[in-house]
Nanobody
Framework: QVPLVESGGGVVQAGDSLRLSCQDH????????VAWFRQSPRNERELVAV????????SYAETVKGRFTISKNPAGNTVSLQMNSLKSEDTAVYYC??????????????????WGQGTQVTVSS
């Protein structure tokens, strides 16, 4: 599968905001569940946020609830992760991942079959 395309990472200070975007080369995500994972040198890859197809149901890691928002644009071809009130512990490589018709166990990274190459987010305190 051709990798997903992520953008929007960077270096910011604690308290700042960043917006990450994920695209499948302009194609609508349709029936794909799309998630953002992150991984840092000290931590295993973890689910940050996920958005399900059709219902648009979203779910978040406890550590980012109230600060991060995952959304899909009206055209359905871009999934964004709005990250506010960033903390140093949010520093990681963020990956976009997708899997068609994944409605359960969406926190399991091994179930996703399409991934982006990752974008670095660095938050300085």
């Amino acid at each position: 599968q051709v990798p997903l395309v992520e953008s929007g990472g960077g270096v910011v200070q604690a308290g700042d905001s960043l917006r990450l975007s994920c695209q499948d080369h302009g194609r609508p995500f349709g029936s794909y569940t799309v998630a953002w994972f992150r991984q840092s040198p000290r931590n295993e890859r973890e689910l940050v946020a996920v958005i399900l197809p059709n219902s648009g149901l979203t779910s978040y890691a406890e550590t980012v609830k109230g600060r991060f928002t995952i959304s899909k644009n009206p055209a359905g071809n871009t999934v964004s992760l709005q990250m506010n009130s960033l903390k140093s512990e949010d520093t990681a490589v963020y990956y976009c991942a997708a899997r068609m018709n994944l409605y359960t166990q969406w926190s399991r990274s091994e179930l996703y079959d399409v991934w982006g190459q990752g974008t670095q987010v660095t938050v300085s305190s």
